[in-house]
């Protein structure tokens, strides 16, 4: 085998469960670690450009961080990842209103989500993986869905993702991982060098919930066509940053048809040479420059987390989309699945 995988124990929840954490390593040593408490990354290791092992993922050592985590570090995010307006929308002719989190609107699955879930373990040659029942009305959302995520490390260092869905009930679905990303492996991410293979991007308002429009980034703060550090426009006080603090918007990736897999982003660091490339069937990616991030728990460098030490690329259905007619359908009908990839490739 190029890659194994190991089972450790990784705390017990308050009802007395216990998560497991699972730590991948592939053939030059890379780590990539699983927990299936809310189908959790928790930490990625690899060779910085001198082939010194460079942890590149924010984490916790314990499940006593997560437990108390309001940031989504690594999480399994659904059964709607991002934000449905007011906690409300209509499928099958049926008015649903979810549980809401986020102010008046529902965030990432609501207060119950799958972030906060015990999933399902099994080991499947070399992957893992995670499955998930999700009950009809759970936080809202109608009918049963089952979830699974099938986790890959390979020896290249590509962290792959295949998520698949089903449900007795038409229902949204989108999920994604909310993992955080520093290339640097600490400090600051102002000065990475981020490539995003995306001509326009969602606006929103100041709640974060897109206005409807999709807006071409030329001329922007926005535009990362070629390639930019992460902190040269993200003060400048167009609306759009000062709507977001800074970057929290979706990006429509290039590609012939929704569905393909195409590289959504390239990121470099000029400090350590590591790259990042994420790849994705799904239309859009959520770009955030970590602009509340903050814990009250030690991270994997032994300090709490604070703003702009991390950035998420979550490959996803536009915000929203249930209670949006122009963006693309993320609609579940009974009977078909939803199956959709993302990988991260280090470099």
Known sequence: MSTTIKTLPFGTLPDGRSARLFRFTNEIGAVAEVTNYGGRLVRVLVPDATGKLTSVVKGYDALEGYLKDGNYL?????????????????????TYTLATNNGPNSLHGGIEGFHVQLWDAAIDDESLVLSYQSKDMEEGFPGNASVEVRFTWSETCELSLQVT????????????????????????????????????????????IPTGEIRFVKGTAFDFSTAKPIGKDIESGEEQLANGCGYDHCFVINKEAYGDLAMAV???????????????????????????????????????????????????????????????????KPGNVWEETMIFQFS
Do not use: W
């Open 74 to 94: 690594g999480a399994t995010c659904g059964r709607y990842a991002n934000r449905i307006a007011k906690g409300s929308f209509v499928a099958d002719g049926n």
């Open 165 to 208: 869905a089903s449900c007795d009930k038409m229902t949204p679905i989108n999920i994604t991982n909310h993992a955080y990303f520093n290339l640097n492996g600490e400090g600051d991410i102002l000065g990475h060098e981020m490539h995003i293979h995306a001509n326009r991007f969602i606006p929103i308002y100041d709640d974060a």
């Open 266 to 332: 390239e990121v470099t660091s000029p400090v350590t040479g590591i790259c990042l490339r994420v790849f994705t069937t799904m239309p859009g990616i959520q770009f955030y420059s970590g602009n509340y991030l903050t814990s009250e728990y030690l991270g994997h460098e032994g300090k709490p987390y604070s703003k702009r030490q991390a950035f998420c690329l979550e490959p996803e259905y536009f915000p929203d989309s249930p209670n949006q007619s122009g963006f693309p359908d993320c609609m579940l």
